[in-house]
């Protein structure tokens, strides 16, 4: 399975939506009243998923799906060139 498709079925389940009731570039905070224990969650199980190490700074870079499904594609690539 992809990031991309991981990542959205995790956020899904987080979320309690469908993938198809999400806008990929939708602000999780301000378009969706994502709180910030919710993105903790999210991040703590794509860490799990991918046995990755994300720095809790790069949440302010994981504002929508779009952007969880890059910085996770990101951390994936790095660590598979180690």
């Keep these: 399975m992809s990031v991309k498709n991981t990542v959205t079925e995790i956020v899904c389940e987080i979320i309690g939506m469908q993938a198809d009731e999400i806008n990929p570039d939708a602000s999780f905070s301000e378009d969706m009243g994502i709180d910030s224990l919710r993105a ?3 991040l703590a199980a794509i ?5 990755i190490t994300i720095d809790p700074e790069r949440l302010k870079d994981m504002g929508s799906l779009n952007k969880v499904i ?13």
Excluded: A
Excluded at 47 to 51: A, L, S, T
Excluded at 71 to 80: F, G, N, S
């Design 40 to 42: 903790l969650e999210i």
């Design 47 to 51: 860490e799990n998923i991918f046995e």
């Design 70 to 82: 890059k910085v996770t594609e990101e951390h994936v690539k790095c660590c598979d060139n180690l």
